[in-house]
């Protein structure tokens, strides 16, 4: 599979003749094209949150949330400079919304989720119904649904955006548009969706088209007092710690259909054993420290740090305080394709 073929004038003269014709020979590309494991481009890396933050209060000044439309500084891999990308199939930002501003409402088929890192009070309006956002929260925007952000409070806001824009870019299937209106109309009172859905009922006859769940959000108190319970009696994993993922009540799949999300807490003084996946996988820390070799490198973070493990790369985390790491990839993309693969090494 990995031999080169040798070069001969002969062949060459072949090459360019095809060349010219859109044509060109498997045998000098199969290699590169199926390799025995992933070879990704993308590479492992780390941003601080406070350096962002300092960049964003810069970019404040330069542009409101309604001009910029979101106003958002992307985190780009610096394997995959300038495509937008933090992984091969994901992209991520980090979006601040100021006190009194708005960012205005339109809908696209991407879906988003939201890490919330600081501030509280704003709000994330989807399908008509307001989601007050908290430092912890985990909130869903579905694919094609009504969304803008407002912030009523007294403090900045900044959450981290996890969108599947290289999968949709891949698939040649965006659709967007805008509003005329710069806020959507509210049609449900705040909390809805959660009393809906999030109580572990349903509608006895419930048929969704969507494959997102209909929490729109999860609430880190409760994904807290999850962990904080589990962590009394639960063996831990010599992977992940105790390691917890998103779900839709109504399917019990991920809670969205192209991106996986976790909630993971390391014990003080944890370390896990050596683990890889296909997933390239997006961290951030909410509480504690600590350090993550991905590969031959090593990242030290603390909270709302954002690191980036690129697919098949073996990673070990380090916690030096007892820690909890939110994470999203493509895993239910890749695990509905049969492509998904973990390697647990002896553990
Ligand atoms: O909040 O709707 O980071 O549409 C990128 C594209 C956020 C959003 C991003 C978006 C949004």
Redesign the pocket.
């Known amino acids: 599979m990995e031999h080169a073929v040798r070069q001969m004038p002969e062949r060459q003269a072949f090459y360019e003749k095809i060349d010219g014709e859109n044509l060109s020979a498997l045998w000098n590309v199969l290699g590169a094209l199926i390799t025995p494991e992933p070879k990704s481009a993308c590479q492992p890396f780390l941003w601080r949150f406070d350096a962002i933050r300092q960049h964003m209060t810069e970019a404040g000044k330069l542009i409101t949330a309604k001009e910029a439309?979101?106003r958002?500084l992307?985190l780009e891999n610096p394997g995959l400079r300038g495509q937008s990308k933090v992984t091969t199939s994901l992209?991520?930002?980090?979006?601040a919304v100021l006190p009194g501003e708005v960012?205005p409402a339109?809908r696209?088929t991407?879906s988003?989720l939201?890490f919330v890192l600081e501030g509280k009070g704003a709000h994330?309006a989807v399908d008509g119904e307001r989601t007050m956002m908290s430092p912890g929260d985990f909130v869903i925007?579905p694919a094609m649904t009504w969304?803008?952000?407002g912030n009523t409070s007294s403090e900045p806001m900044f959450w981290l955006?996890?969108?599947d824009?290289p999968v949709v870019q891949f698939l040649d299937a965006s659709f967007?548009e805008g509003l005329d209106d710069e806020e959507q109309p509210i049609t449900r009172p705040v909390g809805d969706s959660y009393a809906r859905y999030g109580q572990n009922l349903l509608p006895v006859d419930i048929k969704r088209k969507s494959k997102t769940s209909p929490v729109f959000s999860y609430p880190y108190e409760h994904t807290r007092a999850a962990l904080e319970q589990m962590k009394k009696s639960e063996a831990w994993d010599a992977c992940h710690g105790l390691k917890l993922r998103y779900t839709n009540p109504v399917s019990g799949d991920y809670a969205m259909p192209t991106m996986g999300t976790f909630i993971q807490l390391l014990p003080k003084g944890f370390s896990t054993s050596r683990y890889r996946s296909t997933d390239a996988t997006v961290y951030v820390p909410m509480e504690g420290k600590g350090r993550t070799r991905i590969g031959d490198k090593i990242f030290d973070w603390g909270p709302r740090d954002i690191f980036v493990v690129p697919s098949w790369h073996p990673v070990s985390h380090e916690a030096e305080d007892e820690s909890v790491l939110f994470s999203f990839s493509d895993r239910p993309i890749q695990e509905k394709l049969d492509l998904f693969r973990e390697d647990r090494g002896n553990a």
Do not use: M, S
């Open positions: 439309e979101r958002v992307i992209y991520a930002g980090i979006q960012a339109h696209h991407q988003a939201r994330t925007t969304h803008d952000h955006d996890g969108l824009i967007a």
